[in-house]
C-alpha cells in the first residue's frame, strides 16, 4: 500500500533545517549556495524524482506579505512551509499548488499575514504529479518582512544583466555577490533584467588579446528572443548563475522593467523590418511575449485591476515607501520629443499612471520616498545612437524650458512642490555607468520644484559605456561620475572592473539617508548622506 501522501510530506519537509548564518555566509563563499545544492543545476541527479531547476525567489516584501517563487523539471505539486525559526517549528503548511507547461512550470504565490520585521524562512517540496510518491529534495529560502516601527534600513539597487554578450564567464555575476554580502533588506533591479535581443557567442576577442569565454550557453542566449519559450530562457539563462541564486536564496528582489526586456529602445515607432535577427516583426506581438515572461520568471506582484501591471507602490515601514514607474509601457512611440504640450504621444508614463504616483506620493507618510525610475531625468538617451537623434529616455537635448516627455516630468516636479511632498529621491540605472546628480532649479530651464537629488548605478553584469551629455531643462549638476576614459572605449567587458550597483542604508533613529555608489569588487566611489525635511 503507498504511503500516505501527507506521510510523504512530512518525511520531506523534515529533511533539512538552516539558520541564518548559514544563509548569509552561502552567499559569501564566492557567490555559491551551500545550502540544499543551490549551485547545482538540479538537487537531484535521480531523474525519477523530480527537482528544482533555477533556485528559489522572494520579492515585493512588505510589512505582512511576500511573493515566493521556483520551478521545477516537471508537472509537480508544490507544498510550501513557513516558519519564523530556521528549524521551522510550528511551520504553518499551505495548500500546494501546481506546476504545469502552461507556465514552463514555474510557480509563485503571495504569502500573507506575515509578522512584521520578523525573519521568514520558506521551504518547497515538490511532488511528481505522475507519480505523487516521487518527490523532490527541499529547497528553502529567507527574507525579513518590513519594520512597523523606525529601524535601520538597507537596500542595495542597480540594472543591466547579461548585456551586450557578457555572459556567465570562470568569475560568473560577481555584483551579485558582492551585494549579498551587505545583507540588504531587499534588492530593487532598476530594469534590463535580460537582454532578449542580446545575442551571445561563446567567445569574444578583447582588446588586449586575451578572450572572454562564455562558459555557460544555452540555445536561447544564441539569439535574439521572439517566442515566448526563447523569452523564458533569457530568464533561466541568469538564473544558471551561482551569484544569481545566492543571492535570491537570501534576499527580496524588486523588480521593474525597461527595454531589454523586449527589444533595444522599444516603443509603438520600433521598425525592425531591416533587422534580419528577427523574423517576427511586429514589436506588439514581441512586447506582449516578454511581459508575460517577465510576469512568469519574477516575484512581481499581480494586479487584479491591471493584469501585467508593472508600476506599484512597496510600503517598507515607516520610514520608507518605494515608488516604482513604469517608463516604458505607457509611452508615446520615440521620436523628437519637441512637443510643446503634454499629449498621450509626448507622454512616457502615461497619464494613469501618472495621477496614480501624484496620489500614492501625497498620501505616503513615509520619510523616504524612493521614485524607483528605469531611465535617468537629464541624461540624453538618444534613440539613433549614431546619428545622435530621437528621445529615448526623456531629454531631448536641446536644454530648453521643457518640450515633449520633459512637460510630464515638469508637470509632476511642480506637482511634487506644491503638494508639499518632501524627501523623494530618485534612482535609476540604464546608461551602464554610476553618476550622483543634484537637481537645482537655479541651474534650470525649468524652475518650479525643489531641488532633489538622483542616483544612477549599473551595470550589473553587462557592457559599460558612457558618459553621457546633460539637457539642462531640470538642471542636473554632476556631483559624481564612474565611467569608461576615452582611452578605455566603450562597451567594456565586466573583467574591467567597471560593474557597479548603489547601497542605501537610512538610519533608524536619526532618519538619514547615506547613499553609497560601489564597484563589484566592493570599493566605496562616493558617498552622500542626507538629511531628512521633517514635517511641521
Known amino acids: 500500500m503507498a504511503a500516505p501522501f501527507n506521510a510523504i510530506q512530512e518525511t520531506a519537509m523534515n529533511k533539512i533545517s538552516m539558520t541564518r548564518r548559514a544563509f548569509v555566509t552561502s552567499v559569501s563563499a564566492a557567490g555559491l549556495v551551500g545550502v540544499s545544492g543551490l549551485a547545482l543545476p538540479y538537487y537531484s541527479r535521480a531523474n525519477q524524482r523530480p527537482a528544482f531547476t533555477h533556485g528559489i525567489q522572494s520579492g515585493d516584501v512588505d510589512a505582512t506579505s511576500g511573493v515566493v517563487w521556483t520551478r521545477t523539471d516537471r508537472p509537480s505539486r508544490v507544498m510550501f512551509e513557513v516558519s519564523s525559526t530556521e528549524n521551522f517549528a510550528n511551520a504553518l503548511r499551505l495548500a500546494p499548488l501546481d506546476t504545469s507547461p502552461a507556465s514552463d512550470y514555474t510557480v509563485k504565490r503571495l ?14 517540496i515538490a511532488a511528481d504529479l505522475a507519480d505523487i510518491n516521487a518527490v523532490s529534495e527541499p529547497i528553502v ?5 518590513a519594520p512597523a516601527s523606525k529601524r535601520d534600513i538597507r537596500f542595495a539597487w542597480s540594472g543591466d544583466t547579461a548585456g551586450q554578450g557578457w555572459g556567465i564567464d570562470d568569475t560568473g555575476m560577481k555584483t ?27 567567445e569574444v576577442d578583447l582588446t588586449n588579446g586575451s578572450k572572454w569565454r562564455n562558459n555557460v550557453l544555452i540555445d536561447e542566449k544564441r539569439k535574439v528572443a521572439e517566442t515566448l519559450d526563447e523569452y523564458r530562457g533569457q530568464w533561466k539563462y541568469n538564473l544558471m548563475d551561482g551569484h544569481v541564486l545566492g543571492l535570491n536564496a537570501i534576499c527580496p528582489t524588486f523588480y521593474q522593467w525597461d527595454d531589454h526586456e523586449v527589444v533595444n529602445n522599444w516603443s509603438d515607432s520600433k521598425d525592425l523590418s531591416a533587422d534580419d535577427r528577427y523574423s517576427e516583426k511586429n514589436i506588439h506581438v514581441l512586447a506582449a511575449r516578454a511581459a508575460r515572461a517577465f510576469h512568469e520568471m519574477t516575484t512581481i506582484r499581480y494586479e487584479p485591476s491591471e493584469p501585467g501591471r508593472v508600476y506599484r507602490k512597496i510600503a ?6 518605494v515608488f516604482f514607474l513604469d517608463m516604458r509601457s505607457y509611452r508615446g512611440a520615440n521620436g523628437p520629443g519637441m512637443q510643446d504640450t503634454v499629449t498621450p504621444q509626448s507622454r512616457i508614463l502615461g497619464e494613469q499612471q501618472t495621477k496614480w504616483l501624484k496620489r500614492e506620493l501625497a498620501t505616503s507618510n513615509a520619510t523616504w520616498k524612493i521614485i524607483a525610475a528605469d531611465m535617468p531625468l537629464g541624461l540624453v538617451v538618444w534613440n539613433d545612437a549614431t546619428k545622435k537623434a530621437g528621445a529615448e529616455a526623456i531629454s531631448n537635448g536641446d536644454n530648453g524650458p521643457g518640450k515633449g516627455r520633459e512637460l510630464e516630468i515638469a508637470d509632476l516636479l511642480r506637482y511634487i512642490k506644491n503638494a508639499g511632498i518632501t524627501n523623494t529621491v530618485w534612482l535609476t540605472a540604464d546608461v551602464h555607468y554610476t553618476a550622483a546628480h543634484y537637481y537645482n532649479p537655479d541651474r534650470a530651464q525649468f524652475q518650479d520644484f525643489n531641488p532633489f537629488w538622483e542616483f544612477v548605478s549599473g551595470p550589473l553584469h553587462a557592457g559599460t559605456y558612457g558618459p553621457n551629455d546633460f539637457d539642462m531643462t531640470f538642471g542636473p549638476e554632476l556631483k559624481f561620475i564612474k565611467a569608461p576614459t576615452a582611452e578605455q572605449g566603450q562597451n567594456l567587458p565586466p573583467s574591467a572592473g567597471l560593474q557597479f ?12 539617508m547615506t547613499v553609497r555608489l560601489m564597484d563589484r569588487d566592493d570599493n566605496e566611489l562616493y558617498k552622500v548622506t542626507l538629511d531628512p525635511v521633517q514635517s511641521a
Do not use: C, N, W
Not at 499575514?113 to 518547497?124: E, K
Not at 529560502?141 to 518582512?145: A, E, I, Y
Not at 550597483?501 to 538619514?512: C, K, N, P, R, Y
Open 141 to 145: 529560502g529567507r527574507f525579513r518582512t
Open 316 to 321: 517598507y515601514g515607516p520610514l520608507l515607501d
Open 176 to 202: 551579485y555577490a558582492t551585494i549579498g554580502k551587505h545583507t540588504p533588506d531587499f534588492f530593487l533591479h532598476s530594469g534590463d533584467t535580460i537582454y532578449a535581443d542580446g545575442a551571445m557567442k561563446d
Open 501 to 512: 550597483f548603489g547601497l542605501v542604508d537610512i538610519d533608524g533613529a536619526t532618519e538619514q
Open 111 to 124: 504569502l500573507t499575514d506575515l509578522a512584521s520585521d520578523q525573519d521568514i524562512f520558506y521551504r518547497m
